[in-house]
């Protein structure tokens, strides 16, 4: 009987006693690298001991990302951001997570952080290591050069083209690009009648 709900499979690897959730509050930077460095096995036999594991029940509520990253940029995190992320063996996902734990040593160049996902992705269970994008903030909307913005009775838009007439279509900036020069725009549609 399995002591709790969630994905079966028989893709032992010998990570199991290694890598715990009840662990998450200790890894460290060491941890890591000697996990990084043990080599997986797949290990599938036809026959095993008596007390061999031979399959696992991997919890698809929560699970867990460590990713190994500099520690000026593990400065810039605080415990319970929101993050989103992207993996390179799981290509056109993304994870939505929460940062749970950042380990990093007095003086050393580089630190752990361990992020909490509740998201169900399938496939992500049987990765074990995988580049990952760690996705801070990121804005969603029209780019277009800060040229095409115009302001009319004080309100903020764009000159949207209409057969042969334009017609002024308010909208928000939420991202300003001074090296490109162009700006990020969310349409405003609360109170606009075309």
């Known amino acids: 009987y399995s002591d709790c709900s969630g994905v079966f499979s028989t893709n032992i690897d010998g990570f199991e006693s290694i890598l715990t959730a009840d662990r998450i509050e200790e890894y460290t930077l060491a941890d890591f690298e000697s996990a990084e460095a043990a080599q997986m096995q797949d290990i599938r036999k036809t026959t095993a001991l008596s007390g061999e594991p ?29 993050v989103s992320m992207r993996f390179d063996k799981v290509p056109g996902v993304e994870a939505k997570a929460r940062l749970v734990h950042v380990s990093a040593e007095e003086g050393s160049e580089e630190g752990i952080a361990l992020f909490e996902c509740e ?61 490109k020069d162009t700006v990020i725009i969310n349409p405003i549609t609360e109170g606009v009648n075309n």
């Open 119 to 179: 998201q169900y992705i399938e496939g992500i269970f049987s990765v074990r290591q995988s580049g990952v994008e760690i996705i801070s903030q990121q804005y969603r909307g029209i780019e277009i050069p800060i040229s095409a913005v115009r302001v009319k009775d004080g309100q903020q838009g764009v000159m949207v083209q209409y057969g042969i007439n334009e017609i002024f279509k308010p909208c928000e900036i939420i991202y300003n690009n001074k090296e």
């Open 54 to 82: 031979i399959c696992k029940v991997i919890d698809n509520h929560v699970w867990y990302v460590m990713a190994k990253l500099p520690s000026a940029k593990l400065e810039e995190y605080e415990i319970g951001q929101e």
